[in-house]
């Protein structure tokens, strides 16, 4: 059994960043593929960047290639999401998830999921 925590989300001006965290309880965090989906206010849930299971790869949305950078520490149990010139559009509930699965960018892949923090965008 793994417990998902987020924190980090807020309020920010277009341009700004803010940086996303996930802590993991339970064991064998490092043994799991982690994962960031977004989901805004009457759309689907969706893919946002996903990292391997000792940081050597990752995986990003076509949206935010370049401006956001998904890293893990397994010391800390803990995966990040630095967003970088945040736009409006990225405005949206993030939730962290994790898999023992190879599908990284499928929701229904992921096993465990975190409660979501907001992430707001002001133009």
């Known amino acids: 059994q793994v417990q998902l925590v987020e924190s980090g989300g807020g309020l920010v001006q277009a341009g700004g960043s803010l940086r996303l965290s996930c802590t993991a309880s339970g064991r064998a965090f490092s043994t799991y593929r982690m994962g960031w989906f977004r989901q805004a206010p009457g759309k689907e849930r969706e893919f946002v960047a996903a990292?391997?299971?000792?940081?050597?790869?990752?995986y990003y949305a076509d949206s935010v290639k370049g401006r956001f950078t998904i890293s893990r520490d397994n010391v800390k149990n803990t995966v990040y999401l630095q967003m970088n010139s945040l736009k409006p559009e990225d405005t949206a509930v993030y939730y962290c998830a994790a898999t023992r699965g190879t599908t990284i960018d499928v929701i229904d892949k992921y096993e465990y999921w975190g409660q979501g923090t907001q992430v707001t965008v002001s133009s």
């Open positions: 990292i391997g299971w000792s940081a050597g790869r990752t």
